[in-house]
T-cell receptor, first 112, second 113 residues
């Protein structure tokens, strides 16, 4: 099945640094969602995006719906140790709004 | 609100055994989903439901069955468990056509030996 290309796969950063990650698709998406998953837990919804070019913030997190509708970006500013986890993107394509396609995740590790 | 709850948290099955993974949501969401998550892979859709009495197959439905008799509950049945079904299973729900925000339960970690 189709999956989203998410990069980077993993990253180590120092506490206080800003983080950027992205997700790309070969097809146009109607919706982009960003999730965070901690070990042994279910994904937690961070941000939902609905329109091309949309920029939405949730605290230190900012996500953007790419203007081509084939990509999305997540930025974390001033990272803290509790930002550690796996960040997933997900989206719905024009061919099916019931179903979501998921990225394989970006594993973030923050060094104090 | 409890959100989406799943039971059990962990389970070990022997090959050929059957079990039901329970999922309940208290948000009155119309859409519900079952996913499996394998190491290093994205979530894969097993089955989904857009309302009570309506279910449909996802990407990897073989070896599983579902039912949706109420809005709140969406159990996943494993028949004749196989080692390939060792995975973490997540249930999720979404309000419906108005919102695309999907909310996940805490997961069930299943091992088949």
């Amino acid at each position: 099945g189709q999956q989203l290309n998410q990069s980077p796969q993993s990253m180590f950063i120092q506490e206080g640094e800003d983080v950027s990650m992205n997700c790309t698709s070969s097809s146009i998406f109607n919706t982009w969602l960003w999730y965070k998953q901690d070990p042994g837990e279910g994904p937690v919804l961070l941000i939902a995006l609905y329109k091309a070019g949309e920029l939405t913030s949730n605290g230190r997190l900012t996500a953007q719906f790419g203007i081509t509708r084939k990509d999305s970006f997540l930025n974390i500013s001033a990272s803290i140790p509790s930002d550690v986890g796996i960040y997933f993107c997900a989206g719905t394509s024009t061919s099916g709004t019931y179903k979501y396609i998921f990225g394989t995740g970006t594993r973030l590790k923050v060094l104090a | 609100n409890a959100g989406v709850t799943q039971t059990p948290k962990f389970r070990i099955l022997k090959i050929g055994q059957s079990m039901t993974l329970q999922c309940t949501q208290d948000m009155n969401h119309n859409y519900m989903y079952w996913y499996r998550q394998d190491p290093g892979m994205g979530l894969k859709l097993i089955y989904y439901s857009v309302g009570a009495g309506i279910t449909d197959k996802g990407e990897v439905p073989n070896g599983y069955n579902v039912s949706r008799s109420t809005t709140e509950d969406f159990p996943l049945r494993l028949e004749l468990a196989a080692p390939s079904q060792t995975s973490v299973y997540f249930c999720a729900s979404r309000p419906g056509t108005v919102s695309y925000e999907q909310y996940f339960g805490p997961g069930t970690r299943l091992t088949v030996t």
